[in-house]
Nanobody
């Protein structure tokens, strides 16, 4: 069982930056691939970024490529999402997710591939 707690959301002006954190419970964090998703009002949940268990491989949605960076600190049981050059269309509730991964280099971008979810943190970007 893994519990995930996101933090770092808030209100920011367009062009600004935020860093989201997702703290995971348990002593097997390094065995989990992690992902960030977001859901805007009236829209489906979408993948934003994902990172392999080892941290060596990452995935980014086209809409955030070059602006967002996913990283992880296995010693701190935490995954991060650094968000720069934020746009109003980035406004959403952001969720982190975890799944056990046998292959250290794999990342996963589909929500149904994940087992554990955080409660979400609101990110609002004003124009």
């Amino acid at each position: 069982q893994v519990q995930l707690v996101e933090s770092g959301g808030g209100l920011v002006q367009a062009g600004g930056s935020l860093r989201l954190s997702c703290a995971a419970s348990g002593r097997t964090f390094s065995s989990y691939a992690m992902g960030w998703f977001r859901q805007a009002p009236g829209k489906e949940r979408e993948s934003v970024a994902a990172i392999s268990r080892s941290g060596d491989n990452t995935y980014y949605a086209d809409s955030v490529k070059g602006r967002f960076t996913i990283s992880r600190d296995n010693a701190e049981n935490t995954v991060y999402l650094q968000m720069n050059s934020l746009k109003p269309e980035d406004t959403a509730v952001y969720y982190c997710a975890a799944r056990s991964a046998l292959v250290g280099s794999n990342w996963y971008r589909r929500s149904h591939e994940y087992t554990y979810w955080g409660q979400g943190t609101q990110v609002t970007v004003s124009s």
